[in-house]
């Protein structure tokens, strides 16, 4: 049987005055049942179930010795405790469910305070129930955000894996890296690779966003970029235009959803002829770094890729390097801090201070520089997005 809403225990210590508190009670129609002081102390588990705890006690301390503990334990219970009168040297508990009124208040005033107490209770219990809900429901997010965080942690290891890990030694070529997801994973993705025995191979890609989707898109993209095609016995290397074009195709026969597409840019440079040879689709130009200093942008164009409505048209533009120039290619993260800015028709403005700055240092000394300036800057462990960066040298 439920027991009644707002039920109350009086215990009699004093029990001439607890029988008035009883009577009062009853008499509004309160549940109020009395029970004797000593066998309670004696017996807890005993006692019938109770909204609401009222202590008569005068003032022997004898009669309360086993007080403290029984408040201990009608508290954990979630019942609110109301002592009238207490023991000089007697330790009350420090618990928000018990409260204490003087020896000297009356009955009407103990009466109204218990009244109240019975009252709020069975809300207070159902409080209770919906805040232990909550902190269970809490515990499984914590463990399932614990689960997820574990699993984006070996995703991101997992996504770094498949990036380079040394880069190649071609010279007079040196190449420098930088790759900063902007959390776990990105939606980045670069590789530096021998082409052939004359060719270094330079790929950059940036899918759209930088969270699980494009992180998994990612892991395609370096999959589906074909390089070279067999040719009877040996093989050719794709033009970089012919390149991006077979990798638009594959992505779009997919049928992926329109906010899903990637730029990229790749390039083939000859290490004899230190011929650079540059398709982009969507991607920021890079820019090609003189000896002397001077900044231009290298500008193929070609659209987004991966979108089935965009026509496959890139085009291809040849640069001769000279000893000491550098190409930095970068995806959009880093665009804000390389250009000052475009023009409505997103012709380049002009190039950044920093962009300046950093042209008069070496490959590995730039990539560091720009780490470093990363690193120091405000929001530096919540970037807005991913930022990855090759950097191409062509040593003297």
């Known amino acids: 049987m439920a027991k009644p809403q707002g039920s109350i225990l009086v215990f009699d210590a004093s029990p001439q005055r607890a029988l008035g508190v009883l009577a009062t009670l009853q008499q509004r129609g309160l549940p109020a049942t009395c029970v004797d002081m000593c066998n309670a102390a004696a017996s807890r588990k005993a006692l019938p179930p109770a909204d609401v705890a009222l202590f008569v006690l005068d003032q022997d301390p004898a009669l309360a010795s086993g007080l403290p503990r029984m408040l201990e334990e009608l508290t954990h219970d979630r019942v609110a405790a109301l002592v009238w009168g207490w023991p000089e040297g007697l330790a009350l508990p420090a618990d928000p469910l018990v409260e204490r009124v003087s020896h000297e208040a009356t009955s009407e005033e103990v009466v109204g305070c218990v009244a109240t107490l019975a ?6 219990r159902r409080l209770d129930r919906e805040l232990d809900q909550i902190q269970r429901v809490s515990q499984q997010l914590n463990r399932y955000i614990g689960e997820i965080d574990q699993e984006m942690r070996l995703a991101g290891r997992l996504q770094h894996d498949f990036l380079p890990r040394r ?3 071609l010279p007079p070529l040196a190449f420098a890296a930088l790759y900063r997801p902007a959390s776990w994973v990105s939606g980045d993705i670069y590789d530096v690779f021998r082409a052939d025995d004359t060719h270094a191979g330079i790929f950059l890609a940036d899918a759209m966003g930088h969270g699980t989707a494009a992180a998994l898109m990612t892991m395609f993209l370096r999959q589906a970029l074909v390089t070279r095609r067999a040719a009877g016995e040996r093989y050719e290397l794709l033009g ?4 991006l074009g077979t990798l638009h195709a594959n992505l779009a026969r997919k049928g992926l959803p329109n906010q ?9 440079i000859d290490v004899n002829t230190r011929v650079l040879r540059l398709a982009r689709g969507g991607h920021p130009y890079p820019i090609h770094v003189r000896a002397d200093g001077e900044l231009r942008e290298i500008q193929p164009t070609g659209g987004l890729i991966g979108l089935a409505e965009i026509e496959a048209d890139f085009t291809e533009q040849r640069v001769t390097l000279a000893p000491g120039d550098r190409v930095i290619f970068y995806t959009d993260g880093m665009e804000d801090l390389l250009i000052r800015g475009r023009d409505a028709e997103g012709r380049r403005t002009d190039f950044a201070a920093l962009a300046h700055e950093w042209a008069r240092l070496g490959a590995q000394d730039m990539v560091d520089a720009i780490e470093h300036h990363l690193n120091t800057m405000e929001g530096s462990l919540h970037p807005e997005d991913d ?8 040593q003297r």
């Open 387 to 394: 930022v990855s960066v090759v950097v191409v040298e062509v």
């Open 240 to 243: 970089p235009a012919e390149a």
């Open 167 to 169: 880069l190649p030694e």
């Open 119 to 124: 009252h709020y209770a069975p809300m207070m």
């Open 260 to 268: 899903q597409f990637v730029t990229a840019a790749y390039a083939l």
